[in-house]
C-alpha cells in the first residue's frame, strides 16, 4: 500500500509514510471486508458511510505537516482510521463522528488497536469541539459546501484546516491556514468524500 499507493503518487512526508505502515489497516474494515483492507480504494463500515481511501488519508496528514507536538482534531471518526493515523502523527488527538454507532465502533476499533489515547466524541463536527479548542490542525473526512467558519476559528494562529470543499460527489481538497490577514487557502487534489451533515455542512 505505501509504496505502490503512497510515495508512487508523490506522496513524501517520510513521517506520514511510517504512520501509515504501522497503523493496522485490517483492524479498521469490518471482518467481512478484510481481505479488501489494503486496496486503492474507500470500503463500506455501515451506515452508509466509508473508511477513506489510503492515499485521500495520506494526503489529509501530509497537509497537516505535524511535527509531533500538536494538537488535533479529526472529524467524521468512522472506522478511526483516519484518527489512528493522526495519533502516530500528534501529541493528542480528539476525534467526532455524528452517528452514535460509529462513534461506537470508531471507539471500540481505536480500542482494540492500541490507540486508548485518542478521545472519541459524539456530536455534530462543522461546529468543532468548542471545550477542546484550540486546535493546531483540523482534519475534516467528509465534504463541506464551503469553508466551515467555526473550524477555521477553531484554529490556533498559523493552525492548519484540511476539508474537501465543493459539491456533492465532486470536491477539492482546500488546505487553509490561519493568519492575521484571514484564512491563506491552497486547493489541492479532486475528491470525493461523503457530505458533512450539520449545521455548517449540507
Ligand atoms: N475518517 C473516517 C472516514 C469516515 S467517512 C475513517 O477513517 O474511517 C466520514 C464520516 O464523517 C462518516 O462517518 C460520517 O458519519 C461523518 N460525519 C458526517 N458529517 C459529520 C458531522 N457534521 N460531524 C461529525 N461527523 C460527521
Do not use: K, W
Not at 81 to 110: C, F, G, K, S, W
Not at 189 to 194: D, S, T
Amino acid at each position: 500500500m505505501v509504496e505502490l499507493q503512497l510515495r508512487s503518487r508523490d506522496v513524501a512526508d517520510e513521517r506520514v509514510l511510517a504512520a501509515m505502515e504501522r497503523v493496522p489497516r485490517e483492524l479498521f474494515v469490518p471482518d467481512s471486508l478484510r481481505d479488501r483492507a489494503y486496496d486503492d480504494a474507500a470500503l463500506p463500515i455501515g451506515g452508509g458511510q466509508t473508511i477513506s481511501q489510503p492515499y485521500m488519508v495520506a494526503r489529509i496528514c501530509e497537509a497537516l505537516a505535524l511535527r509531533g507536538d500538536e494538537r488535533v482534531l479529526d472529524v467524521g471518526s468512522g472506522s478511526g482510521y483516519q484518527a489512528a493515523v493522526l495519533a502516530e502523527l500528534a501529541a493528542e488527538v480528539d476525534t467526532i463522528e455524528r452517528m452514535p454507532e460509529l462513534a461506537e465502533l470508531a471507539r471500540a476499533n481505536l480500542l482494540a488497536a492500541g490507540y486508548d489515547r485518542v478521545r472519541v466524541h459524539t456530536g455534530d463536527g462543522s461546529r468543532g469541539l468548542s471545550e477542546r479548542a484550540p486546535f493546531d490542525a483540523i482534519a475534516v473526512a467528509a465534504a463541506a459546501p464551503e469553508l466551515p467558519q467555526t473550524l477555521y476559528e477553531q484554529l490556533e494562529p498559523r493552525g492548519r484546516l484540511v476539508v474537501p470543499v465543493g459539491r456533492r460527489g465532486i470536491q477539492r481538497l482546500e488546505v487553509i491556514t490561519r493568519s492575521p490577514e484571514g484564512p491563506a487557502v491552497i486547493r489541492s487534489v479532486p475528491c470525493r468524500f461523503v457530505p458533512l451533515v450539520g449545521e455548517e455542512g449540507f
